[in-house]
């Protein structure tokens, strides 16, 4: 009886360490004009780095990506959280976040969009990408 709830717990504690922890791990996920920091650590996900990594390492905060689109000479991959990486020729190059959790309140080198009533919309910083 003591093997099965064991292995029980064994599989339980396993099926929680794939589970996203997005609430958590979002709110450490900084918007940054040199690329995205993380809240607390002294790391970033700084432009430059390449797609395969820069991409796992947002979806440990955001889940798996929504979409990929390619373009002549860039890719953009999109989150459901609103969340735009763009890479430039395999290299991370620029974001955009339509997710007002994300959004950065006092950072001017970061471009914000606003309605006519002035709230912010959308922030992004680096290149973009027509696709």
């Keep these: 009886m003591v093997r099965l709830w ?10 929680c360490a794939h589970e996203p922890r997005t609430d958590l791990a979002k709110s450490s996920l900084i918007l940054a004009d040199s690329g995205l920091n993380v809240a607390g650590t002294g790391l ?3 432009f430059g780095r390449a ?13 798996l990506p929504s979409t990929r689109l390619a373009g002549a000479g860039c890719t953009a991959v999109r989150w459901n959280a609103g969340f735009e990486m763009v ?6 190059s ?4 339509s997710d007002p959790d ?6 001017p080198a970061i471009r914000k ?9 959308s ?3 680096g290149a973009a990408c027509a696709v």
């Design 87 to 92: 890479f430039l020729e395999g290299d991370f």
């Design 6 to 15: 064991v292995g029980l717990a064994f599989v339980g504690l396993a099926a």
């Design 94 to 97: 620029g974001w955009r976040s």
């Design 44 to 46: 970033e996900i700084g």
């Design 102 to 107: 994300l959004f950065v309140a006092d950072a």
């Design 113 to 121: 969009t606003t309605d006519t009533a002035g709230v912010i919309t």
């Design 51 to 63: 797609q395969a990594g820069a991409v796992a390492s947002v979806s440990r905060f955001l889940g």
């Design 123 to 125: 922030q992004s910083a």
